[in-house]
């Protein structure tokens, strides 16, 4: 019998390409109109923006029309509200709409750690830019602000004081917050000494499989260009720590299937949680986890929302540590790269659809040698430690 499968997607082609692997399947899509080219041989709605729940309902309601649905799948972060209520709408089954929203909406997920005991900066909605002061008093100064939707760090600032706050909102830097519209998440600075992430399979609402990363640099710090990061020593004391601490939000979020990668800070007191989002990390996460443990992240995904078991990896993890990173796609380096020992693969712009960009990955013998590596990365891309 042949599934359907509603796809709520933008420009991501690695669950788009898992989905075709799948016999039996057919898929159906929300997009925005922009992405129409990716779907000229599937049956399609369009939406202005997955935030516009009154758009998406039409639209579902659309797709509806030309028979039932029997798994809704949202491959993007701004679309898992969205999904939720398609499934509400339609009776499919998996995350409803406040499931949904647990897992996007930035103040309403950290209401519900916080309530369960795990660790999160203090926090505070404002529903504007203009309120952010007087939120920020509640939380305590310096801040970071944010969307309370948003994916990576779009729109993101750190502020110190109000008198900075008023310069820079007079000279118009925060017109990309203001112009998403959106209330504003205010966060009280996290003083952290490094910056993790912890990526999961999660199958009958228990996590079947994670592991603990860390950023060579925190992504706020660094270019786009030079995000890179390695799989942390996973029996070290503190990724211990961070993994039982992604198994508690899992289930405090009540999480029944899904890929999650989770952010959290090392402080002098232990882990704090950043966000947590319920689908594959971007930036070649994925596809380091793939050179690491022959599991291929958007494959999961695609199976444990379709409801299938999650698969058995492709072969036995690798000895030592696997890291990635991304380098600016200069004359000859990819070739400089690839004679590196150690060094993996290099994919070029067009094969990690990242124009401008070239992915890296490596091999190395512990966390030390990865930090090394990435550092030596960087200096052949132009960039100092």
Known sequence: MTRQVLLLNSDKPEVLHALARRPGVTVRVITRPVYAGLYENHETAYVDSFADLTQVERAAYEIAAHGPVDHVIAATEKSVVAAGLVRALLGVPGPGFDQSLRGAHKRAMKDRLRAAGIPVTDYAQAP?????????????????????????????????SPGEFARRHRAGDFADLADTRLPVQVERLVRFTHEYHCDGVVHGGEVARAAVSRYFLPPLHTSPDLN??????????????????????????????GVTHLEVFRTEDGPVVGEVAVRPGGMGISRMWWHAFGVDLWEEFVRVSAGERPGRPAREPRAGTVGRSRLPALPGLRARVLALPGVLEVLTPEECASPGRLEAYFAAEDEPAAERFIARLHAMAGHGA
């Open 228 to 257: 890179s990061g390695y799989l942390a020593d996973q029996s070290d004391p503190f990724s211990r720590e961070v993994l039982d601490l992604h198994r508690r939000v899992v289930a405090t979020l009540g999480l029944p299937a």
């Open 128 to 160: 504007t830019l203009d309120a952010v002061p007087a939120a920020a008093e509640r939380t305590g100064w310096p801040v970071m602000i944010k969307p309370v939707f948003g994916a990576a760090s779009k729109c993101t600032h750190r502020v110190d």
